[in-house]
């Protein structure tokens, strides 16, 4: 196996960083991850896993930063390299993403790689078919959701919604809106008053997984096939794994195949089946 880093401009020009793992003879075939919410390109255990599994199979291993790495992140410019913008996931406008996944699948294909695999974990899971339906993009041959999250569903459970989309909405008003807001997400997650609002109002572009809608015109729009893998301790179900996993199925309506994977025991990191869940993710490559 072989490792280089990655330096790739987004299309709206900030640096983002990214590492590929090559197998030892070349290859077709790559499969591209796309991190969750304030994650980044190395931190998951499992992304350990994807690395020697799938080069071991003749298959390359992409992993890069999005906007959205980490709370908060400085991204160094093409225009200006001695300039920055901030973002991080704080800051985060969730329909940038297609900015960000886009240049990735261009340097992919110069490499001459024909069959990509876009892959999104958690957050990532929004991201990955918003892209695909946003662009049409006929390069991606399949698309693989790590733990799918309905993020407005997840955003609107328990009391404390109400009182902090009132005080978003009141600081975006006031033009406070890059603000910060008090206090701590989910108790562990800080964000501006925009992103906030950007990620937890009914109807956005976010609004990918919807679990609970029969309307979803973005899992309608993929027509490649979907492999989705779920573990039964994930704190993100939204009714039962084998109940959402049906739902997204269903609302998936033009994809050519469809396939799920429960994983007993798993977490939303799929701790500590790593090598399993990324088992099942290689086999099911293998035999499209």
Same mark, same amino acid.
């Given at each position: 196996?072989?490792?280089? %880093? ?14 590929i793992y ?10 591209l ?7 980044n %390109? ?11 599994q ?8 992409v ?10 992140a400085d991204?160094?410019l093409k ?20 900015l960000?996944i ?20 958690? /957050? ?14 006929k ?8 733990a ?27 033009g406070?809106?890059?603000?910060? /807001? ?8 800080i964000?501006?008053?925009n992103?906030?609002?950007?990620? %937890? ?7 990918v997984?919807?679990?609970?809608s ?11 096939p @979907?492999?989705?893998? /779920? ?22 309506s033009k994809?050519p195949?469809?396939?799920s994977?429960? @994983?007993a ?8 089946f ?15």
């Amino acid at each position: 196996m072989k490792a280089q %880093f990655l330096r790739i401009f987004a299309k709206d020009g900030i640096e983002l960083h990214g590492i590929i793992y090559s197998p030892e003879k070349p290859t077709r075939k790559v499969v591209l991850h796309v991190h969750g919410m304030a994650g980044n %390109f190395y931190e998951n255990k499992f992304l350990d896993q994807f690395a020697s599994q799938l080069t071991a199979k003749g298959i390359a291993f992409v992993s890069f930063n999005n906007r959205g790495h980490d709370f908060i992140a400085d991204f160094a410019l093409k225009s200006d390299p001695s300039k920055t913008r901030r973002i991080g996931m704080a800051n985060e406008k969730f329909e940038e993403c297609v900015l960000d996944i886009e240049p990735w699948v261009d340097y992919l294909e110069k490499e001459g790689f024909t069959e990509i695999f876009l892959q999104g974990h958690s /957050l990532g899971c929004s991201k990955v078919p918003y892209y695909v339906a946003q662009k049409l993009d006929k390069r991606i041959k399949a698309v693989i959701l790590l733990a799918a999250a309905d993020m407005i569903k997840l955003g609107m459970r328990g009391t404390a919604y109400a009182e902090w989309f009132s005080r978003a909405t009141k600081m975006q008003k006031e033009g406070r809106g890059s603000d910060l /807001l008090p206090g701590k997400w989910w108790d562990w997650n800080i964000m501006s008053a925009n992103t906030f609002l950007n990620f %937890f109002t009914k109807g956005n572009e976010i609004d990918v997984i919807a679990i609970d809608s029969k309307n979803n015109s973005i899992l309608s729009k993929i027509t490649v096939p @979907i492999l989705t893998v /779920l573990g039964d301790k994930d704190e993100i179900i939204i009714h039962t794994p084998q109940k959402d996993v049906q739902i997204m199925k269903e609302l998936a309506s033009k994809c050519p195949r469809f396939d799920s994977k429960i @994983i007993a025991g798993a977490d939303h990191h799929f701790y500590p089946f790593e090598k399993e869940v990324v088992g099942e993710v290689v086999k099911w490559i293998l035999i499209l």
